[in-house]
């Protein structure tokens, strides 16, 4: 079964644009969560995604969004970049929204703002 | 989700079994505990979880006191690939969505 994919792995963008950032999901699983990480504030939680609704969200500004599409294939947008955006996104997957299931993390999709 | 404590880094010696201890004094009776790790460049990987039992599977052992305001992740026999970052992680169950809280985890050598 193949994993948790994430596209593009690497990327650069200068401030003031925006980027759009990709997450297929482990087949069968209809839960996808986005995490950001930075060298100083670590993992952080940015949101949760269950059959197309968004079901928890973190605490960052309305810059960063998210959908899910009906295949739970799944989009994270940062409209604005800031040089602070630069940071590794990662996406996880889990089969429930049931907290006790584990998450399955992708690579990550890292992001360089000039 | 309760706050974890973890001590940053902790070296083993290959072949030895790596012991990394957790306190999550605060934690509540439904709050599971979750122990990820992640590995330079990649992302986290699940190792084990636990509510109550100690839990053993084939990457490690999970030892939570009776009181549940501590635990211990055991890796029986270190390996180098296990150098990493793990995070232990505290977290409501089921029935609700979402997130988890990342502290800043334990740097694990394994050293030759």
């Known amino acids: 079964k193949a994993g948790v994919t994430q596209t593009p792995r690497y990327l650069i963008k200068t401030r003031g644009q925006q980027v759009t950032l990709s997450c297929s999901p482990i087949?069968?699983?209809?839960?996808v969560s986005w995490y950001q990480q930075t060298p100083g504030q670590g993992l952080q939680f940015l949101f949760e995604?269950?059959?197309?609704?968004?079901?928890n969200k973190g605490n960052f500004p309305g810059r960063f969004s998210g959908r899910q599409f009906s295949n739970s294939r799944s989009e994270m947008n940062v409209s604005t970049l800031e040089l602070g955006d630069s940071a590794l996104y990662l996406c996880?997957?889990?089969?429930?929204?049931?907290?006790?299931?584990?998450?399955?993390f992708g690579e990550g999709s890292r992001l360089t703002v000039l | 989700d309760a706050k974890t404590t973890q001590p940053p880094s902790m070296d083993c010696a290959e072949g030895r079994a790596a012991n990394l201890p957790c306190n999550h004094s605060?934690?509540?009776?439904?709050?599971?505990v979750y122990w990820y790790r992640q590995i330079h460049s990649q992302g986290p990987q699940y190792i084990i979880h636990?509510?109550?039992n100690n839990e053993t599977n084939e990457m490690a052992s999970l030892i939570i006191t009776e009181d549940r305001k501590s635990s211990t992740l055991i890796l029986p026999h270190a390996t180098l690939r296990d150098t990493a970052v793990y995070y232990c992680?505290?977290?409501?169950?089921?029935?609700?969505?979402?997130?988890?809280?990342f502290g800043q985890g334990t740097t694990l050598q394994v050293k030759p």
């Open positions: 636990g509510l109550k």
């Open positions: 087949s069968g699983h209809r839960s």
């Open positions: 992680i505290a977290s409501l169950g089921s029935g609700n969505t979402g997130k988890l809280i």
């Open positions: 995604y269950f059959s197309e609704t968004q079901r």
């Open positions: 996880a997957s889990r089969d429930s929204i049931w907290r006790d299931r584990e998450l399955f």
């Open positions: 605060t934690i509540s009776g439904n709050e599971y």
